[in-house]
């Protein structure tokens, strides 16, 4: 097996390090600052928006909710053909089911007495925490094995660049 080839390092001393940790605070300063901008611009334009937006979506609503008790009212004209086509769109009937339930525990029970479990959704998923508490005999066993190792981390401290 191949060993990983160790990059050669650019920053040469601890000072250096030290000043890079500094570069990304104040990197991160900026991110920040330009993010927040960013989103009190965006947050000014869905506020105008939503003001601009509010009565015509009040009116559509109105004008949907006419539409369909008009059309509900005139039930008897839709015996034979269940739509009317008209110059800026259709209206109509259209057959809708729907299943009700009441105690979803109970219909799921009755549905594995009645060998329709096809009905029923499961879902199996991966949990690595759980999978965690085993040690590595029992994840051999099962085909998974545990991995360790040390990885290098900065952490920069942004209270020492705000003093």
């Known amino acids: 097996m191949a060993k990983k080839k ?4 650019v920053l040469t001393d601890w000072e250096q390090v030290n000043e890079a940790l500094r570069d990304l605070i104040e990197i991160d300063q900026q991110v920040y600052l330009a993010e927040a901008t960013m989103n009190n611009q965006i947050n000014q334009l869905k506020q105008a928006a939503e003001l601009k937006v509010k009565p015509l979506l009040a009116r559509k609503e109105k004008l949907e909710k006419n539409i369909l008790i008009f059309t509900a009212s005139r039930a008897d004209e839709f ?4 739509t009317k086509n008209l110059t800026f769109g259709e209206v109509g009937f259209r057959k809708s089911t729907s299943i009700i339930v009441r105690n979803v525990k109970a219909i799921i029970e009755a549905l594995k007495q009645n060998r329709m479990t096809d009905c029923i ?3 199996e998923t991966l949990n690595k925490e759980e999978l965690e508490k085993y040690d590595d005999v029992a994840l051999q066993k099962i085909g998974a094995k545990r991995k360790t190792d040390d990885r290098p981390f900065f952490k920069p401290s942004i209270e020492r660049i705000e003093a």
Do not use: F, G, R, S
Request: aromatic share 0%; hydrophobic share 35%.
């Open 6 to 9: 160790i990059e050669t390092p």
């Open 79 to 82: 015996k034979v053909l269940k």
């Open 121 to 123: 959704k499961v879902t």
